[in-house]
């Protein structure tokens, strides 16, 4: 199938599903991702990792800071089918939701209504919840809001780790949409509103989010360390510095801290 579309993506699920895509012969005219920041130590400036696969696929990259009638018209000017998102963490204007012949669809790494906003892999995480999955919306003017083309679900069994969860949402997100679009292009999905009055919301993630009182309930500081591994990380605080949690595990009912990183140190083993 050849449909002329474009990319909306930001980190962590976009690169492994636009090569999901790649795999399936589905390749964007043109992708939008966020500006190059500065990052690591030194603050280079650093362009994200869509932008990276976008130039080693030869595939055109806008950088908007702001979706304004200006980025409007340059991206009016591909004659888009269709739009894809994921991940990209921006409210989309109408002006460009209705651009497109098809619109723009979404693939949002939670089941929706449950967990709108920009935190939706880490709340089943910290919820204890026993399932999630991937919910692919058609978009409209409202942040997670739009109608239901397709929605599928995945086990939880309490020991995933943020990053692994993303692997496996991005995975499962990536191939519905490919068995999906087939029949979306024809106009043969049954779109489904969602139950508005049963949604949730979850807020930014921040540094501070981290931070764990190690006389808490052990699940929650298991769930906590589990959801934040990757970022901001786990931390608590001992006489004044910040030691960072690098490795625990869930035994016994009981949060085992296994290494840390004490401030302005080397990771080690954790004694207590």
């Not at 723009?104 to 026993?130: E, F, K």
């Not at 496996?168 to 508005?196: F, T």
């Amino acid at each position: 199938m050849k449909i002329n579309f474009a990319f909306f993506g930001g980190e962590p699920l976009s690169v492994p599903i636009l090569g999901i895509l790649k795999d399936n012969g589905l390749m964007p005219s043109i992708i939008i991702c966020n500006p190059d920041k500065p990052a690591g130590r030194n603050l280079e400036i650093t362009p994200p990792p869509t932008k990276i696969w976008a130039l080693n696929n030869d595939i055109p990259v806008l950088q908007p800071e702001k979706l304004d009638s200006t980025f409007a018209r340059e991206l009016k000017s591909f004659n888009l089918e269709l739009g894809i998102v994921v991940s990209y963490g921006k409210l989309i204007p109408k002006e460009i939701v209705n651009m497109s012949k098809l619109g723009l669809v979404n693939i949002h790494p939670s089941l929706l209504p449950l967990y709108r906003g920009p935190a939706p892999i880490v709340a089943p995480i910290l919820n204890g919840d026993t399932k999630t999955g991937v919910t692919i919306i058609k978009i409209d003017e409202e942040m997670d809001h739009g109608p239901i083309l397709a929605q599928e679900k995945t086990k939880l069994n309490e020991h995933e780790l943020i990053e692994n969860l993303e692997k496996i949402l991005a995975e499962q997100g990536g191939l519905l949409l490919v068995s999906i679009l087939p029949n979306y292009v024809a106009g043969k999905i049954n779109i489904k509103e969602q139950d508005h009055s049963a949604a949730t919301y979850v807020k930014k993630i921040t540094k501070a989010d981290g931070e764990i009182n190690l006389n808490d309930d052990d699940i929650k500081n298991w769930r906590k360390f589990r959801a934040y591994h990757a970022w901001p990380r786990t931390f608590f605080f001992k006489e004044g510095k910040r030691i960072i949690i690098t490795d625990a595990k869930f035994e016994g009912e009981k949060f085992i801290i296994k290494r840390i990183i004490p401030e302005g140190g080397k990771e080690t083993a954790y004694r207590s």
